[in-house]
């Protein structure tokens, strides 16, 4: 059985949230979130909010479920959406500031 949850437009560029993504993939979900609980990247926070929805998401899907049998089969960040801002600089210019959005998807499924 497969369980999927989204985050979309998550705050952080898609090559750094893939630095905590790759920690995760292959796992256990007890195993993934203790390592999301004690990863110090900011991303941790949100995946590890995703990855709960999804374990949600699973025990709502079937009833009779044991959540210790879920493994993370499939995580993937993609690039969003930027977000363009300028900044002032020297001598009356300005510098464009780009703030950077990702999406994840996490899959779960709990067969071998």
């Known amino acids: 059985m497969k369980s999927t949850a989204r985050l979309r437009y998550m705050k952080g560029s ?36 995703t990855l709960r929805s999804a374990v949600a998401n ?23 959406p930027q977000e363009r801002r300028v900044r002032p600089a020297p001598m009356g210019r300005a510098y464009r500031v780009l703030h950077r959005k990702s999406h994840v998807t996490i899959e779960l499924s709990d067969e071998a």
């Not at 630095?19 to 609980?37: E, P, T």
Request: charged share 35%.
């Open 58 to 80: 699973a025990e709502q899907k079937e009833a009779h479920l044991d959540v210790d049998k879920l493994v993370v089969r499939k995580i993937t960040v993609d690039k969003g």
């Open 14 to 49: 898609a090559q750094k949230v893939r630095l905590v993504a790759d920690l995760v993939r292959g796992k256990s979900v007890n195993d993934a979130v203790a390592i999301l609980r004690l990863a110090k990247k900011a991303a941790a926070r949100d995946l590890l909010k």
